[in-house]
Nanobody, 134 residues
Framework: VQLVESGGGLVQAGGSLRLSCGVSGFPLSDLVIGWFRRAPGKERERVSLISDNDGSTHYADSVKGRFTISIDSARAAVHLQMNNLKPEDTAVYYC????????????????????????????WGVGTQVTVSS
């Protein structure tokens, strides 16, 4: 699985950006995709998750109502639409992917376990910088 993030940049507070995670090497429909971020001096933080297989989506409380995750099957990509950006959203944003085991197809517990950190993603992109100025 290869993941390539794009769409980062510099934006003023209140503005919007759309991040994209291009996926290759594995059917997007059989992957759980997550977005994470790491701000300077802070630990990596989960942001959102989507699983086309069972329809699961999750959002961190800090981004609920502002960020929207979606799948673009035609482009084999996962987008993260970020609206009403705040300076505290400044971070390097990473996408991650994990193949759904055959026995867990359609089971919401697999993406749930990735969301809670019980399971770890196997594949990561190199990240894209998002900077929000005040």
């Amino acid at each position: 699985v290869q993941l390539v993030e794009s769409g980062g940049g510099l934006v003023q507070a209140g503005g919007s950006l759309r991040l994209s995670c291009g996926v290759s090497g594995f059917p997007l429909s059989d992957l759980v995709i997550g977005w994470f971020r790491r701000a300077p001096g802070k630990e990596r933080e989960r942001v959102s998750l989507i699983s086309d297989n069972d329809g699961s989506t999750h959002y961190a409380d800090s981004v609920k109502g502002r960020f929207t995750i979606s799948i673009d099957s035609a482009r084999a990509a996962v987008h993260l639409q970020m609206n009403n950006l705040k300076p505290e959203d400044t971070a390097v944003y990473y996408c991650a992917a994990d193949p759904i085991p055959p026995g867990d197809i359609g089971d919401v517990r697999y993406p749930q376990a990735l969301w809670t950190g019980t399971l770890q993603y196997h594949y990561w992109g190199v990240g894209t910088q998002v900077t929000v100025s005040s």
